[in-house]
Structure formats: C-alpha cells, structure tokens
C-alpha cells in the first residue's frame, strides 16, 4: 500500500521568508499524482498545487513551488516570501494514476508557523 | 463552477443518538464523492467514496455508514453514536474517470459526541 510521510510536525518561518516543507512517499506505481493541501485554521482544505508524475518540469503556482525528485520518491514544498497568510496545516497526498476513484493518500500534515 | 455545501457546520450529540451529515454538489455531474474524518492532530482518513448512485465503498469498518441518493447528493450516517466518532469530517468531490483530478473539499462538521 502507498504511504506519505511528512518528517516535520510543525516549521516556522519569518514573515517574506522562503520556507521548504518535506514530503516522501511510498509507491511501487511508475505514473501518480501528487498534491499539496493547505488547511487553514477555519479548517477548510484548499489544493495548493498538482504535480503529475510523468512531467519531470517541477510545478508552480504563484509563490508555491515543489521539488519533485522521482527517483528518490520525495516532493517538497517551498513557499517564497511567506506572507502570515501562510500559516496553516499543509498536507502532502498521493493518488495512483489506475483506477477512477481518485482515494488520495494523506500525510499526517506539517503545521506551518509565520511569524512577524 | 462547482461549489460544495457540506451541513451542519458543528454539531453536539450525546452517545446513542443517531447522525446525518450532508452534503451536496453543485455545477457538475457524476462526481466522485467522499467522506473523509479528521482527528485532533491527524490526518486525514477516508472513510467512504462513492463512483455513482447507489455505488459506495467502505474503507473502514465502523459505526458509520453512507448514502448517495442522488447523483450529487452524499450523506453520513449512523444508528448510535460512539465517543469515538467525535472528530471533524469533511465531505469532498473530484471529477469522474479522470485520473489525477484533485479532490475539492467542504468546510466541514466538527461533531462532539458527550
């Protein structure tokens, strides 16, 4: 079965600065999806950014970028010029790009600190 | 576009007492549709999807059970309430058949069982 893990419960970073979130994941597929998940404190989860594993291009979105290494099964987030807004629970998942189901993977999420 | 209504936003229910959680999509069709909990300082754990009317799977053996009477329409049930059904749960869709599509997340239920 396909695993995530995230290594850091909680970061911290100072307000414009760049902050890089760890993510490993465990697969035995060769094509899958990866997303990173933001969770506010009012709790509702927003998608963050999509990486398909088949693209070796790394994605971005505005100040959210990732650093998808295939090889090494690892996707991180960095986020550049951190605004307070930032702060949140964020969330690596994994789906398999088989089936129509769509039963993401979680990490047990990284609590994001911002500090002015 | 697509929007996704998820009710009550909390609610309290004393142990034994039945559930109903909601939730509804709107601006697109056969949708996949889940319930996923999240425990205080965990992650995510999905509970049911569902590919179609009438179509459900259970990921975890539980006092819950779901419902897809209509296309985009899922709810959360239960007969009796356990303490350990507390926990904040979150209804999502994701386009259908279409590999890699991001799941779209309600605001959630933060359900208290007293």
């Known amino acids: 079965a396909q695993t995530v893990t995230q290594s850091q419960p909680e970061m911290s970073v100072q307000e414009a600065e760049t902050v890089t979130l760890s993510c490993t994941y465990d697969t035995s597929e060769s094509d899958y999806y990866l997303f990173w998940y933001k969770q506010p404190p009012s709790r509702q989860m927003i998608l963050v950014i999509r990486q398909e594993a088949y693209k070796q291009q790394n994605a971005t979105e505005n100040r959210f970028s990732v650093n998808f290494q295939k090889a090494a099964k690892s996707f991180s987030l960095k986020i550049s010029d951190s605004q307070l807004g930032d702060a949140a629970m964020y969330f690596c998942a994994y789906v398999g790009a088989q089936g129509g189901s769509e039963k993401l993977v979680f990490g047990k999420g990284t609590k994001l600190t911002v500090n002015p | 576009s697509q929007t996704i209504h998820q009710w009550p936003a909390t609610l309290v229910q004393p142990v034994g007492s039945p559930l109903s959680l909601e939730c509804t999509v709107e601006?697109?069709?056969?949708?996949?549709l889940y319930w996923y909990r999240q425990a205080a300082g965990r992650g995510l754990q999905l509970l049911f999807y569902s590919i179609g009317i009438d179509q459900i799977s259970s990921e975890v053996p539980q006092n819950l059970s779901a419902s897809r009477p209509q296309d985009r329409q899922f709810i959360l049930s239960s007969k009796k309430l356990l303490l350990s059904d507390s926990g904040f749960y979150l209804c999502?869709?994701?386009?259908?058949?279409?590999?890699?599509?991001?799941?779209?997340f309600g605001n959630g239920t933060r359900l208290t069982v007293t």
């Open positions: 601006g697109t069709s056969n949708p996949n």
């Open positions: 999502a869709w994701s386009r259908g058949h279409s590999a890699g599509s991001p799941l779209h």
